[in-house]
Nanobody, 123 residues
Framework: VQLQASGGGLVQAGGSLRLSCAAS????????VGWFRQAPGKDREFVAA????????YYSDSVKGRFTVARDTAKNTVHLQMNILKPEDTAVYYC?????????????????WGQGTLVTVSS
């Protein structure tokens, strides 16, 4: 099982990026998907999650109102739209598929992890 995260890059503060997480249909068929990030020297932290149906979404307080997670079922892809980016959003972003159809911020609930994509926000 593999997850492929993409879309990272360098952006100025206030700008936007859209990350994508692609996986096999089997991986995403009944699983919630989450996004996590890890900044240099810091622990990995939860960013956002979306249920299998797409009907439920969860966000960390630090990104609420700026980031939006959505899934494209037909393409087996989950996107993370990031707006009004701040330098503190700089991190490697990982997508992960949970063991259940609904999942929240606990990383232990996620069974499959992608390789990460780097987001750098300049001030």
């Amino acid at each position: 099982v593999q997850l492929q995260a993409s879309g990272g890059g360098l952006v100025q503060a206030g700008g936007s990026l859209r990350l994508s997480c692609a996986a096999s249909k089997r991986t995403f068929s009944n699983n919630a998907v989450g996004w996590f990030r890890q900044a240099p020297g810091k622990d990995r932290e939860f960013v956002a999650a979306i249920s299998w149906s797409g009907g439920s979404t969860y966000y960390s307080d630090s990104v609420k109102g700026r980031f939006t997670v959505a899934r494209d079922t037909a393409k087996n892809t989950v996107h993370l739209q990031m707006n009004i980016l701040k330098p503190e959003d700089t991190a490697v972003y990982y997508c992960a598929a949970a063991r259940t159809s609904v999942a929240g911020p606990k990383s232990r609930d996620y069974a499959y992890w992608g390789q990460g994509t780097l987001v750098t926000v300049s001030s």
